[in-house]
């Protein structure tokens, strides 16, 4: 794929946003080519957006490009098809609704933010949350003001800007409705000790679940698992010590990493976690090292990501969240334009994009809850976890991307009629694995057009076994019903 770095907009405080910043990732200010236009990535903190956004992009997409909108698998939105010359519009568009990058107060001055800079401050922008954080009933912490000082952190410091697009950080709150399967390299989570919550953290890796237990032993085991304890906790720190932590942890990184090192993993490749701790005991005035008790440590509360979808009640009594999914996480202006409104007639201005590629609609009082799910479905949303097309993901494809083997999504489209009840599939055009940073329960890797090799998860690395190879959707139908049924599956 080419780059195509753009100008920020007039309209904008970032006036000269033009210098290249070296990556492949899109990104507001980088838009990068594809085969069907060009992609705009749109950063959300913790995956929110105003309705008033949501209609901003909505309106670009149309204006300034094919009106496609994805949600990703990180809880941001991307605009496709951006239009040759158009790169420049869209961004200003975009920046004039809020959602470009933003200095913390008593950091660096939005006025004197040079154009690299402002690319960077946008790209860093990666820490994932629950979509129902501060709401979900079962959370041990809100933690949404945390999230706001992590993201303010990592745009103001201008060190940062060295991160890869890529590094990613995640804070679990202990959240029923929360994504735990994409290994980031930062993870933090609640959890519950005798005289209050503190987090725990780890590397490279996901906080350990009794679901990913076995994935957690075979990464300890791992000949690329240089030090036996990454995939386990670390250590516990108090919420007010989470930020220090974090600062520290990522300075570390680039004190220690070798230049071409991009994420934490690779730092571990060369660095024991024990070196890497006494390093950023350096940068904190606490006590940092590893604590041994905390080596088995599982999170408690089991996720459950049906609930992303139907209405579920949240913390504040008498209030909802009521969520749908979009087919293949794709979303058209009218959608969005369609979803802005609902929020501002039934909600509160807002929502959330999740991280399987749906939308929440947070606040929604129990007597609003079947007008919204009626129109959510009027939309085009699903709601209920039945339905075969909330358990189907797919890449770009061939429409979209030219290193793709095979249409994905219509595909998956074709899939869905016969998707055995239960079973989760992401189609893939090559094995880049863009739609999915987790290893799905069965991957089709597209090996021609309309034909697919068949994997099965398991605890290995990549999508697990080859269990059939050259099959077409009707064979890999037939094939996923006998799986389902098979004991191994049970
Ligand atoms: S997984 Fe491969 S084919 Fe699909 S969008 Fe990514 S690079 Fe393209």
Redesign the pocket.
Known sequence: MSVLNHAASSAASFTAARAPRPSACPGLLRIVAARDGGICRIKLPGGALSAAQAAAIAEASQRHATGVIEVTNRANLQVRGVRDGQEAALIAALVSAGLGPAPASGGVDAATWSASAVSAADDVRNVMISPAAGRDPFALYDTTSLTAELLALLQSETRFAALSPKFALLLDGGERLARLDHPHDVWLAATQAHDGVRFVFGLAGCPPTAANAAAVHVARASEFATDASRASALAAVLPSQVVQLVRALLHTFLDLAAADATRIRHLLATHSVGAVLQHAQTYVDFPLSRDASLADWQRGAPADAALRLGAHAQRVVGTWHVGGHPPLGRLDAATLHGLAALARQQGNGTMRMTPWQSVLLPDITADAVPAVLAELNALGLACDPAQPITRLIA???ST??A???AD?KADALQLAARLPDGVDVHL????????AAHCAPYTLL?VAPGTYDLYRRDTSADFGECVAHQLTIEQAADMLEQLARSPLDA
């Open positions: 890449c770009a494809g979209g991307c290193k793709s083997l994905t893939s055009g090559c094995p880049r694995s863009c739609a597209a």
